[in-house]
């Protein structure tokens, strides 16, 4: 009569399920951020290895349905993946923003040092509640994001702003960022990224 502990069952089983959640769950997670991006040509391919990952993974819990702890490990895996899925993109800093900037404030120097960076900016005079306002617009690589909001706080600190995804652009006006061509637009390039 074996009296042991179950190492496999109770602790090394569960650890692959949960590893294997987070990287199933992160690819699915990266998935969805391509889809919403427009770099679709590398959905597929994550898609087969999220799929791949999870159909080893459900297999086993199933041979393990008394198991608690496989159960644990799965939920644990599933909240670790989304998390990592959403660092991992946010270092990815994938796609174009767009700022809008509302201002009542003489905006000179601002302009002139978002441009003086290669900030392409397009000014509307508009009518706001209490008086003139100009509308500042201007779309940005994602990775460039703060390097300009902070140019925005320096210049304008009292000017409103907000920031919205955008899906696709043509032309325009842009920083350099700083190194080459991310390696996912290398291998997938988009119809705007050639």
């Known amino acids: 009569m074996n009296t042991g502990f179950d190492y496999y069952n109770w602790l090394l089983l569960p650890l692959i ?3 294997s959640r987070i990287g199933d769950v992160t690819i699915g997670t990266l998935r ?5 991006r427009g770099n679709t ?5 994550l898609g087969f290895f999220e799929v791949l990952i999870w159909i080893v993974v459900v297999s086993q819990v199933m ?9 644990i490990a799965w939920a644990g ?6 998390y990592v899925g959403l660092l991992i993109e946010e270092k990815l800093a994938l796609g174009m923003q767009i700022i809008r900037i509302i201002t009542s404030q003489n905006c000179d120097e601002l ?7 290669n900030h392409g900016t397009t000014i509307l005079n508009a009518q706001g509640a209490k008086g003139p306002v100009q509308i500042i617009l201007i ?7 703060t390097e300009v909001t902070r140019i925005i706080e320096k210049y304008s600190p009292d000017s409103f702003y907000s920031i919205e995804d955008i899906r696709g652009i043509s032309k325009g006006v842009f920083a350099k960022t700083s190194g080459e061509m991310s390696l996912i637009r290398k291998m997938f390039p988009t119809k705007k990224s050639k």
């Not at 302009?111 to 960076?117: K, V």
Request: proline share 2%; hydrophobic share 50%.
């Open 32 to 36: 969805h951020v391509f889809i919403a």
């Open 111 to 117: 302009l002139r040092e978002l441009q003086n960076n």
């Open 17 to 19: 399920i949960f590893v």
């Open 41 to 45: 040509k590398i959905v597929p391919l």
């Open 63 to 71: 041979k393990q349905l008394n198991n608690v702890a496989c159960y």
């Open 139 to 145: 779309v940005v690589m994602r990775k460039n994001l």
């Open 77 to 82: 895996g599933f909240a670790t993946g989304s």
